[in-house]
């Protein structure tokens, strides 16, 4: 459990927040540029002292105001990736990396050296000074660098922006699954909602230096009113499924949703696991009837509950199939079709529009 | 301010007559109307350099002869106006509060005995300090130099020498009867022989190229007995 | 207290030093920061020569220096000849020299002390100033000197309590004259020299020791402030 | 014309490139951490020397060994945001905007103050100090700085990175809008494919020191060599269009490429103005007959004329419909439909799921 | 060339120079960087007084200051007489004494140089060593120290140029013995108060720039080496 409340001012900027986060897994701390993200992660770090509150990490108070607990950083166990890198400019990216691990007794360590260097791919830097290095590389050190103490909670303030896809692709899931192995929690910064959604169980959405909403990252992306802040073109739907069947012979995944299947590309999970699966409303298409001889593998009859005016020529659809599946229609198909609420209708997915998130995530 | 006054002489005059120096140039302003002496002190050497640079210094006052001779030497003083202004002697001289009995400064007597195991004698340095330069030359003449050559503590002044008995740091010192006569904080407990060093004499001269006429009128002041009176009081030995 | 009744002559002093030591600064400042620049971004033979040079005057006794002066940039040294002859400038035995000398003993705590903060200015700023337009002039003016500010508040403090504090060069150049070249730690010294001057060599001491005190509060108001500047 | 060449070593990096932008828009810089962008762009900016080369911006050599021509920054009269922001610490935010600004003669100003600093929403920030910024907000003060240069040509090493998404996309139109109004180049380094399409007209793409490939953002998408490089999980179809008619009564606007009428949300641009459409090749479907009823509002004839086996379950099947469209489909539906080369078929894309590029990238 | 004949005398002076200036600089070296940290880090009432002390030595008189230790430290001194009495240590005449003065005279500069850097080391990498677990002690010492190195490297020279040139405290304090005392600037300075001394001084003068040159050039090539680290 990650407990955090706090209160604090710098300048003209008030920063009041509290929020839960997992005990292991990803929290996402989503919001727009001066909200107070690094703001709160400096403070959970103990690198910036609020004014008031209280900070604990799986039970232990790491900060708590009223009773005058302040942990030193160097006792939080606490690994945190800092969005401007922050590498020791007198050591060697090798001696950068082992600073905080040879400070980790040995008994404590389970991230080992030569499997991140391997992951982030910079084991051909490793005699080199930080001066000496691009963006993404002493990016991609400093991530290193504080994976390598062993956390018992790690912070990343934007960690990946400047990190090209691939090796994005790459260290993404390596965290998510440090998150799920040692059972830590992760504090994650990010204005990509992208990162967030392949990595993130929770969020917390931070504005003007106040929660705006935090909880399940899936309850807060279909919560209409929060779309706005989510500052993206497309709103998605999240469902929770279970896996029926790993892989058909198409090389497809059966997930399972109510009594409903939903066949997916094959994705790396167990049978009965469950995954959570992201649908873009882009993706979803209507029909009054169920169109025959198509590429959709994915079609599911369900009734009209909803319909959000998003002003211009659209219109998000919400479909009842079992759960909310929003579908997103122009206001010419709405007249052509003559759709109105409560009306049945026929959802078209197509299988490859379907992302799986981190399992974990799934109640 | 100096820029109002008519005659106003520059005196080059030898740190250790200071305070004899001030009070005779009050007198000779109070007594010169529209005449005034500007002192500067300094170590005897370093006027006498800065005068053969050209310092634009009218009266030069050292306290010893070479420094003297170093600049009649390079024509930079008026020999005709130089005479041996005071004299002075060398004492010997303890703290105050010092139980030592008074010691007879005569041939052959050790002054280690009286420095106890690990006291040092104080004196200006005997390489280039005036005072120490006569000090040496009376221990080598009492044939005492031998014994303390290597127990003393030379200073860069004497006034630095007197400090470090006044502190009670070197229980024995060396330095000029009128150093020993203004503090109170030492005594002298031996006074070396006339004929045992070269006469201490502060000779004064006219720079050349200064105002050599107001040079000589307060060169023929210093030998009034007003200003005799004042060096008197200062413990100098003003003899003709 | 009678600490502030100064004497006239005691007086004076205290402005003299005020005077010289302000003047040694001031004018040395631009001289120090070329040098510092020189010797922080250039690389030429002899550097090492010219950083030595600088340095003289800390590791010569002040009096060798002074001698040094004296016998180049008086009026029958090399230099000092041709100041007199050509420029009309006399710097023995007046408070230029004494500034000159204060300058001189002070040069190389000035350099330095500008020199470090230089080195530790961003050459990535002066680049991003570079792109928008700034020729290299400009760019030291607004933003290599701007932020050697710490550095040049230090290397004038060094360099101002220095120059009170001068003495041995000072008289050996300009010698001790009353009025015109007796400063503060040379009027100290005349003390010394009194039988009965203890008490207002004390009083000097504490009077120089306040001087530099409120310099010293001076330059950690102004370096407050621009740090103050500097987190906005 | 941006005519680059360079050669340069530094430490064990090689940079060897050659490669021309378009005299206005911007060029892509687009490749790995490490690749040598940041390089490059230095180069160009004057501030790293090459070992040798030539840089030429419309005509103006800005570098040449050959010559010994090595113009200094303030000369080359380029505005340069930085990967690292590099705010001047001691001046406000307000002098750091206009510092660049007042060096540029009035009559060759032609970017103003204040629409600046409103389009980055900087206005309450100009009293302040960069050091009391957050990584966002420090972000955009280097952007308007540059841009209050008036610049001849624009570098942007990662600009965008730390800009939440709402915030990026009202910057992305204005860079794309400064440099078609004012025909400056700009040079865009970014490992985000999302932004580049939305901003480019031309790609270089940068790996170890060298071009991979470099020329039209459309025909390089569209090589299926490329691919792995772009680090992205979908591939893409871009058509360029015209614009037949702004908006009609739904708000669609309706796009003509050869005989087909494509329709898509209302964009904003004149009847008659070139249009660059992209579409996923996962937001395509392919039927074999017309399915009626749906919310589709494109359905194509066209026939089938190349099929990318992708390995996995899924293949991409190239459709001629006047151009080529990309569809992704399961092999599942491969078999059910038994989809071969050459057979007829109609691909179906949901409007909505069209997004434009800059117009100006078209011929 | 005679200027390498050096009498036994010069030989003893150069030889007591660099050793008492040597462990002038090396033994206050951690107190200056104490001193430099208190001041650049800690805020408590009487920093200013503090700071104005350590300034001290610049301000007044080196022969004040001789004075000073003189009365304080000094067999009969406060300080000195216990000193003797519950250590045993006697600073008074000797070398340990010449080493005192100096370091003494040498220490402001070595605070501001020390200072100056520390106030330049970003607390953004202090912060990042801590969150990987290093206390403040270890943190000084693997961050912010190794960070100080060009403030430390100037100041060191600084001060050791200054030891190296110390003559009026020194003189003053431990007097001017030959072998024991007797420094390079102390027999330097004898031989320019004698008429014919020059040819002497000349060569001493010489001597003691070069053994600066070397100090500084030394000094030059660590920085470098060091600079050369930080660029990888
Ligand atoms: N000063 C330097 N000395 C030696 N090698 C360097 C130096 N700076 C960068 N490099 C190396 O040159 C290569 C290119 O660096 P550059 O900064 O241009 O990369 P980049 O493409 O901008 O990467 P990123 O996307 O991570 O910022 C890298 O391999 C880097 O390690
Ligand atoms: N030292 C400071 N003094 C005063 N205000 C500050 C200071 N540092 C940051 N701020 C302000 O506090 C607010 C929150 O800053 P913070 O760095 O936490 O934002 P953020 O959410 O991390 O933004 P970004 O995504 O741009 O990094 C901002 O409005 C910022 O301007
Ligand atoms: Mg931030
Ligand atoms: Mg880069």
Redesign the pocket.
Request: aromatic share 6%; hydrophobic share 25%; charged share 5%.
């Given at each position: 459990m990650l407990e955090i409340r706090l209160d604090h001012t710098?300048?003209n900027?008030r920063l009041n927040v509290a929020f839960q986060g997992a005990a292991s897994g990803v929290t996402a701390l989503f919001?727009p540029?001066?909200?107070?993200?690094?703001?709160i992660v400096n403070m959970v770090a103990g690198l910036q002292k609020p004014d008031a509150g209280r900070i604990a990490v799986n039970g232990l108070r790491l900060f708590d105001s009223a009773r005058k607990i302040h942990l030193p950083p160097e006792k939080r166990r606490i690994g945190y990736v800092f969005?401007e890198g922050r590498l020791l400019p007198h050591l060697s990216v090798r001696a950068n990396l082992t600073y905080g691990m040879r400070l980790t007794p040995k008994d404590r360590r389970f991230v080992e050296f030569d499997p991140v260097v391997d992951l982030l791919g910079i084991g051909h830097l490793l005699h080199r000074r930080p001066s000496r290095l691009s963006g993404g590389e002493k990016q991609r050190v400093a991530i290193g660098r504080a994976l390598l103490t062993s956390p018992a909670m790690l912070l990343m303030d934007e960690p990946l922006a400047s990190l090209d896809p691939a090796r994005k692709a790459e260290v993404l899931p390596f965290i998510v699954r440090l998150a799920r192995e040692f059972a830590i929690p992760v504090l994650y910064?990010s204005?990509a909602l992208d990162e967030i959604l392949n990595l993130a169980a929770r969020m917390v959405m931070?504005r003007e230096g106040r929660v705006l909403a935090d909880g399940d990252l899936e309850a807060l992306l279909s919560r209409s009113d929060l779309q706005p802040h989510l500052g993206r073109a497309e709103s998605e739907s999240v469902i929770s499924t279970v896996v029926k069947e790993p892989e058909d012979a198409f090389g497809l995944t059966h997930l399972r949703f109510g009594d409903r299947i939903l066949k997916v590309l094959s994705i790396d999970a167990e049978k009965g696991e469950p995954v959570r699966v992201r649908i873009s409303s882009r993706h979803v298409a209507i029909a009054l009837e169920p169109p025959s001889r198509t590429s959709f593998l994915n079609i599911f009859p369900g009734e009209i509950r909803e319909m959000v005016d998003l002003g211009g020529p659209v219109l998000d659809v919400r479909v009842e199939i079992g759960c909310s599946l929003w579908a997103r229609i122009t206001r010419k198909s709405l007249l052509e079709l003559n759709l109105k609420t409560g009306q049945p209708v026929f959802a078209l997915i197509k299988s490859v529009a379907v992302s799986s998130g981190p399992s974990d995530a799934c109640r | 301010d100096g820029a109002g006054a008519e005659t106003d002489l520059l005196l080059f005059a030898a740190a250790s007559t200071t305070n004899a120096i001030t009070d005779i140039g009050a007198l000779y302003a109070a007594r010169n109307p529209g005449r005034r002496i500007t002192p500067s002190f300094a170590s005897s050497s370093t006027l006498a350099k800065q005068i053969e640079s050209g310092a634009p210094a009218d009266v030069y006052l050292s306290a010893n002869r070479k420094w003297m001779d170093f600049l009649a030497d390079k024509d930079r003083i008026d020999k005709a106006s130089r005479f041996d202004l005071l004299r002075n002697r060398i004492v010997l001289i303890a703290p105050a509060e010092s139980t030592l009995a008074p010691i007879s400064v005569a041939p052959g007597f050790s002054m280690a005995a009286a420095l106890g195991t690990d006291g040092r004698l104080a004196v200006g340095d005997p390489d280039h300090v005036p005072a120490g330069i006569y000090g040496r030359k009376a221990l080598e003449n009492l044939g005492s130099w031998d014994g303390v050559q290597d127990r003393l503590a030379p200073m860069k002044d004497v006034r630095a020498a007197l400090v470090l008995v006044e502190r009670g740091e070197a229980p024995l010192g060396l330095v000029y009867a009128t150093d020993a006569a203004i503090s109170s904080k030492v005594r002298v407990v031996g006074t070396f022989p006339d004929d045992s060093h070269p006469p201490i004499a502060y000779p004064v001269a006219a720079v050349a190229g200064g105002k050599v006429a107001e040079a000589a009128h307060f060169l023929e002041f210093l030998r009034t007995p007003s200003a005799r009176a004042v060096f008197e009081k200062y413990g100098f030995d003003v003899r003709q | 207290m009678t600490l502030f009744h100064l004497t006239a002559v005691e007086l004076a002093a205290l402005k003299l030093s005020l005077w010289v030591s302000g003047w040694a600064v001031a004018a040395s400042l631009p001289a120090g920061i070329l040098a510092a620049w020189v010797l922080a971004r250039l690389r030429f033979p002899g550097k090492n020569l010219l950083d030595g040079m600088l340095h003289l005057p800390l590791v010569l006794p002040p009096v060798v220096i002074g001698y040094l002066l004296l016998v180049m940039l008086g009026r029958n040294g090399i230099i000092g000849g041709a100041l007199d002859r050509y420029l009309g400038v006399v710097l023995a035995f007046n408070w230029k020299g004494a500034a000159l000398a204060a300058a001189v003993m002070a040069f190389p705590l000035l350099v330095r002390a500008v020199r470090l903060s230089l080195e530790g200015v961003d050459q990535g700023l002066e680049d991003a100033a570079r792109t928008l337009g700034a020729g290299p002039l400009r760019v030291f003016f607004t933003v290599t000197l701007p932020l050697m500010v710490p550095g040049i508040i230090t290397g004038v403090i060094l360099a101002f309590a220095r120059s009170l504090g001068e003495f041995g060069a000072t008289i050996t150049f300009v010698s001790n004259i009353r009025g015109q070249t007796q400063t503060l730690p040379l009027a100290l010294y005349t003390l010394t020299q009194v039988p009965d001057g203890e008490a207002g060599a004390m009083r000097l001491c504490i009077l120089s020791v306040l001087i530099a005190m409120a310099a010293l509060v001076c330059s950690e108001i102004l370096a407050r402030r621009f740090a103050a500047r500097m987190e906005?």
């Open positions: 710098q300048g900027f919001g540029s001066g909200a107070g993200k690094t703001s969005q910064v204005h931070i | - | 906005g």
